[in-house]
């Protein structure tokens, strides 16, 4: 099964600022992708979600204004620009694809994609 593959977490002091990346093995042009996160003990949620086309994205409430998502179709890869990081943004982050040349999937669809990745952690700490 082909996964799209993050990278970019770490630890990081509340108030600072993370850029994760998704890639993936093959063309994402008519994908949709969505970032998700889960904390210990908590459920997954979505973060946020951007067209195959780079033209709407949608966000959680909670990272709106801080949280922002963008794609690169020549390098088959996605962003999440992480600013403002706050303890509670702690968690594993899973980027996630559906072919979907138009639309996005609401956040909190996140049985619609089809390939995931492994996930990559985010520790917000002082």
């Known amino acids: 099964q082909l996964r799209p593959v993050e990278s970019g977490g770490g630890l990081v002091q509340p108030g600072g600022s993370l850029t994760l990346s998704c890639t993936a093995s093959?063309?994402?042009?008519?994908?949709?992708i969505g970032w998700f996160r889960q904390a210990p003990g908590k459920e997954r949620e979505g973060v946020s979600c951007?067209?195959?086309?780079?033209?709407?994205?949608n966000y959680a409430e909670s990272v709106k204004g801080r949280f922002t998502i963008s794609r690169d179709n020549r390098k088959n890869t996605v962003y999440l620009q992480m600013d403002n990081l706050k303890p509670e943004d702690t968690g594993v982050y899973y980027c996630?694809?559906?072919?979907?040349?138009?639309?996005?999937?609401?956040?909190?669809?996140?049985?619609?994609?089809?390939?995931w990745g492994l996930g990559t952690q985010v520790t917000v700490s002082s």
């Open positions: 996630a694809a559906d072919y979907m040349p138009v639309g996005l999937h609401p956040l909190s669809a996140a049985n619609e994609y089809t390939s």
């Open positions: 951007i067209t195959s086309t780079n033209g709407g994205t």
């Open positions: 093959w063309s994402l042009d008519y994908h949709t």
